[in-house]
């Protein structure tokens, strides 16, 4: 069974991300440039589905495993 978020929310820093089985994931902020130059109205414009988080108009999307892995995401050059 794979682990799926159910909620996610931001402070200054970091990006919180609840999953469904009762942890709560504190990542960098700076680990996603496109969420870190988002304001906060395009921020909580997030799309949360089993296969992971998605912004439609920051064209961001996020997997759970590779935020469970600790894998920061690196813009394309």
Same mark, same amino acid.
């Given at each position: &069974? =794979?682990?799926?978020? %159910?909620? !996610?929310?931001?402070?200054?820093? #970091? &990006?919180? %991300? =609840?999953?469904?089985? *009762?942890?709560? /994931? *504190?990542?960098?902020?700076?680990?996603?440039?496109? /969420?870190? +130059?988002?304001?906060?109205?395009?921020?909580? +414009? !997030?799309?949360? =589905?089993?296969? *992971?988080?998605?912004? $439609?108009? #920051?064209?961001?999307?996020? =997997? %759970?495993? @590779?935020?469970? @892995?600790? $894998?920061? !995401? #690196?813009?394309?050059?």
């Amino acid at each position: &069974m =794979s682990i799926s978020a %159910v909620e !996610v929310h931001f402070d200054d820093d #970091l &990006m919180w %991300v =609840s999953l469904q089985d *009762g942890r709560q /994931l *504190g990542v960098p902020l700076a680990w996603f440039p496109r /969420l870190m +130059a988002a304001t906060a109205e395009e921020r909580t +414009a !997030v799309e949360i =589905s089993p296969f *992971g988080l998605h912004w $439609e108009t #920051l064209d961001e999307d996020i =997997s %759970v495993p @590779a935020l469970l @892995a600790g $894998e920061p !995401v #690196l813009a394309a050059e």
